[in-house]
């Protein structure tokens, strides 16, 4: 029988990257997914997301494994559609198991308004309690509950403020670090019910979030223009194990052990996949 074999999976943020990583991941391990995505840009974010076309090609993914899969475009800020999608798809599907509430952005470049703050806040954090908060009550004993934060979450202030990214940048880091400090919580209040919820924390990732100029300006304030070849040189700085990032796979390993039975008794705690980042501060 298969690691997830009988369960019902959400992710959130699962056209491309990340998140569709996560989807394709768990249905290989026997889940049915359910894929939302925005699917359209957010004008202060620097860089494209996904498209509708990006979401139908990851239910392709998902269905090639012989899972089912549901997928809807969903903006995650607005609770009244992430609540009638997902109960749509859980009707569909017959339950829900596993959310990951996954998606996120992260506004760098010239933007100088709080409009990058806002959005990418709202993404991030009001997004991810959309989603789960949608989720719980369709969630039984045994069920887990998945957040991806991020290193910023766990760095101080003064060190993630160095990394730079303007009113966007600070936007991420502190909803990563709510994030972080909700799941724990969620997890303390979800206990009595045999429900659980823990955090992931990447460093780098190789997504279309990391691959994009505002972010090798970041890793490359030396240069006016820097590109890919330059951040390469810069990417590595912030691990300790010589590495520019992680794949997308590295943290779905993560993920799917969280979601499956093995991690039965592991909640409230945070996990770090980040090849060694944390030790810098150590």
């Known amino acids: ?95 829900l198991d596993v959310v990951v509430a996954n998606a996120g952005i992260c506004a760098l470049g010239d933007e100088t308004t709080v409009g990058a703050f806002c959005d990418t806040f709202d993404v991030n954090f009001v997004g991810m309690i959309n989603a789960v908060h949608s989720a719980i009550p369709h969630l039984k004993a045994g069920a887990s509950i998945i957040t991806i934060g991020s290193i910023a979450a766990l760095v101080s ?71 890919l070849d330059d951040a390469m040189v810069g990417f590595p700085m912030q691990q300790s194990m010589p590495i520019p990032y992680i794949e997308t796979a590295d943290v779905s390993s993560m993920v799917a052990y969280l979601a499956s039975d093995e991690s039965r008794y592991v909640t409230g705690s945070q996990f770090t996949v980040d090849g060694g980042a944390m030790l810098r501060f150590v």
């Not at 659980?196 to 994009?212: G, Y």
């Open 157 to 227: 202030d003064r060190v993630a403020g160095a990394m730079g990214g303007g009113p966007g940048g600070d936007g991420y880091n502190v909803s990563k670090s709510f994030i972080n400090q909700y799941t724990v919580k969620l997890a303390k209040q979800l206990a009595p019910r045999s429900i659980r919820a823990n955090v992931i924390h990447p460093t780098n990732v190789k997504t279309d979030m990391l691959l994009q100029p505002a972010m090798y300006k970041m890793f490359r304030p030396d240069l006016e223009n820097p590109t």
């Open 1 to 95: 029988m298969s690691r997830l074999e009988g369960k019902v999976a959400l992710i959130t943020g699962a056209a491309r990257g990340q998140g569709r990583s996560h989807a394709v991941t768990l249905a290989e391990q026997g889940a049915d997914i359910i894929l939302f995505d925005i699917c359209h840009d957010i004008d202060t974010n620097n860089y494209p997301l996904a498209t509708p076309h990006d979401l139908e090609e990851a239910r392709l993914e998902v269905e090639k494994t012989g899972r089912r899969a549901v997928a809807a475009e969903v903006d995650v800020r607005d609770r009244t559609a992430v609540r009638s999608n997902l109960d749509h798809a859980v009707g569909e599907l017959g339950g």
